[in-house]
C-alpha cells in the first residue's frame, strides 16, 4: 500500500530530553510537512521540505529541527528548548508539479511530557 | 505571510439542514485554495480545491465551495447534511512555493 508512515503513534519525552518522530512516504511525493495540531488551533506549520536537503520554516519552527536526505524520509526533531512540547504531530506530502497538489497525511504521532 | 480564518469553531445542525462554513484568507499572491475533512478516528482527506477558473467548485459527497475574489473568501456549502457528515473541517491556502497553511477548523456535529 502506497502512503505515508508515522512512527511512534504515542511518544513520551522527559524534562530536557530531545525525542525524534519518524516520517516515511512511498508515494514518491516531492515536498513534505510537519504540523502540529493543538484543540482549538487547528493545523500549525513547523517545517516543510520541497527536495532532497533543503527545508523551510514554518509559522512556529522555534524549538523543532528536521533533516530531509532522503526523499522518502523528513525526521522531525522536538528539542528541549520547546517548551510546550505536548500536541499531536502530523506529517504530509504532496506532488509539486507547478500548483500544489493536495496534501496526503499521516496518522500522526500524540507526544506528551512526563 | 499568508492566513487563514475560519469564523465557526463549532457548528450543530439537525439531519437535512443547510450548511455554510466560513472560510477567509489572507495572501498577495495566486492563492489555491483547498477543504479538508477529518472524519472521527481517520486521515485528513481533501474534500474539494480551487485553482483558477470557475469560482464554484464540486468536491466529494455533495460539498461544494465558491471563491470569492473581492472578499478573500472560499465558503465551503452543503444543501443538506447528513449524520455522516459529522466531522472537523479545515480551509487551507497552498502557495506555489510549496508553502500550506490552515484554519483552526471547524466541528460539524448533525444531530440524526
Known amino acids: 500500500d502506497g502512503g505515508i508512515t508515522q512512527s511512534p503513534k504515542y511518544l513520551f519525552r522527559k524534562e530536557g530530553q530531545n525525542v525524534t518522530l519518524s516520517c516515511e512516504q512511498n508515494l514518491n511525493h516531492d515536498a513534505m510537512y510537519w504540523y502540529r495540531q493543538d484543540p482549538g488551533q487547528g493545523l500549525r506549520l513547523i517545517y516543510y521540505s520541497q527536495i532532497v536537503n533543503d527545508f523551510q520554516k514554518g509559522d512556529i519552527a522555534e524549538g523543532y529541527s528536521v533533516s530531509r536526505e532522503k526523499k522518502e524520509s523528513f525526521p522531525l526533531t522536538v528539542t528541549s528548548a520547546q517548551k510546550n512540547p505536548t500536541a499531536f504531530y502530523l506529517c504530509a506530502s504532496s506532488l509539486l508539479q507547478g500548483r500544489p497538489e493536495k496534501l496526503f497525511f499521516g496518522s500522526g504521532t500524540q507526544l506528551s511530557v512526563l | 505571510a499568508q492566513s487563514v480564518s475560519q469564523h465557526n469553531h463549532h457548528v450543530i445542525l439537525s439531519e437535512a439542514a443547510s450548511l455554510e462554513l466560513g472560510c477567509n484568507y489572507s495572501y498577495g499572491g495566486t492563492v489555491n485554495l483547498f477543504w479538508y475533512v477529518q472524519y472521527p478516528g481517520q486521515h485528513l482527506q481533501l474534500l474539494l480545491k480551487?485553482?483558477?477558473?470557475?469560482?464554484l467548485v464540486k468536491g466529494i459527497k455533495g460539498f461544494e465551495a465558491e471563491f470569492i475574489k473581492s472578499k478573500f473568501s472560499f465558503n465551503l456549502r452543503k444543501p443538506s447534511v447528513q449524520w455522516s457528515d459529522t466531522a472537523e473541517y479545515f480551509c487551507a491556502v497552498h502557495t506555489n512555493a510549496g508553502k500550506s497553511t490552515f484554519g483552526d477548523g471547524t466541528t460539524l456535529t448533525v444531530k440524526p
Open positions: 480551487y485553482f483558477s477558473g470557475d469560482p
